[in-house]
């Protein structure tokens, strides 16, 4: 079984911190994700990699960065978290070679607070 | 502009009855589509796919079916059990763009199955 894991299930953190959210995969998968979930926004597109060290924006990756250092960990970095931020925030994962290869394996996700 | 639309924020249903969630998309260059089930605090599961050629696809009670045409998927539960009350997402991807895999989601849409 895929097993995507998140370091915090539950976050609070203030304004201006940096916040960092952690995702480790165990399938040796290529492709990673991160997510995030708002109601009646379905989930968005923050940052995807596809190799170790490579990392592309997806379609709201203001105010956030990424780290992929290894195949199975991929970060997420909020440099100055803001409350706009509050969201559930998700990580994924996929194999390129897998069959479909588009199925992504998600993380239990982690709720962030920023007061 | 959403590419992929869940125009049904809700649906409640009889249990034993069928569901039906609806999921219209706008980009016809789309070929892979999946439908995720989400619980509260929990990360989405995979549920089940189609691939473009296909008009339908099976899975137990699942059933999923494509109009390229119309550019429509509904996915169809039969009989509806009250631990199918969940959040359903559909998601859409251009498979023929890079081994990314980047999948585009819809808002989802909550179904309550009433015992």
């Known amino acids: 079984d895929v097993k995507v894991t998140q370091s915090s299930r539950y976050l609070v953190k203030r304004t201006g911190e940096k916040v960092f959210l952690e995702c480790v995969q165990d399938?040796?998968?290529?492709?990673m994700f991160w997510y995030r979930q708002d109601p009646g926004l379905g989930l968005r597109l923050i940052y995807f990699s596809y190799d170790v060290k490579m990392k592309e924006k997806g379609d709201i990756p203001e105010g956030y960065s990424v780290s992929r250092e290894k195949k199975e960990r991929f970060s997420l970095i909020l440099e100055s978290a803001s409350t706009n931020q509050t969201s559930m925030y998700l990580c994924?994962?996929?194999?390129?070679?897998?069959?479909?290869?588009?199925?992504?394996?998600f993380g239990p996700g982690t709720r962030l607070l920023v007061l | 502009d959403q590419q992929v639309k869940q125009n049904s924020p809700s649906l409640s249903v009889q249990e034993g009855r069928i569901s039906i969630l609806n999921c219209d998309y706008t980009n016809s260059m789309f070929d892979y589509f999946l439908w995720y089930k989400k619980y509260p605090a929990e990360g989405p599961t995979f549920l089940i796919s189609i691939s473009s050629i296909k008009d339908k696809n099976e899975d137990g009670r699942f059933t999923v079916f494509l109009n390229k045409s119309a550019k429509h998927l509904s996915l169809h539960i039969v009989p509806s059990q009250p631990g199918d009350s969940a959040v359903y997402f559909c998601a859409a991807s251009a498979t023929r763009f890079g081994a990314t895999n980047k999948l585009i989601f819809g808002t989802g849409t909550l179904l309550a199955v009433q015992p």
């Open positions: 994924a994962s996929s194999s390129r070679t897998g069959v479909p290869q588009e199925t992504q394996y």
């Open positions: 399938m040796d998968h290529e492709n």
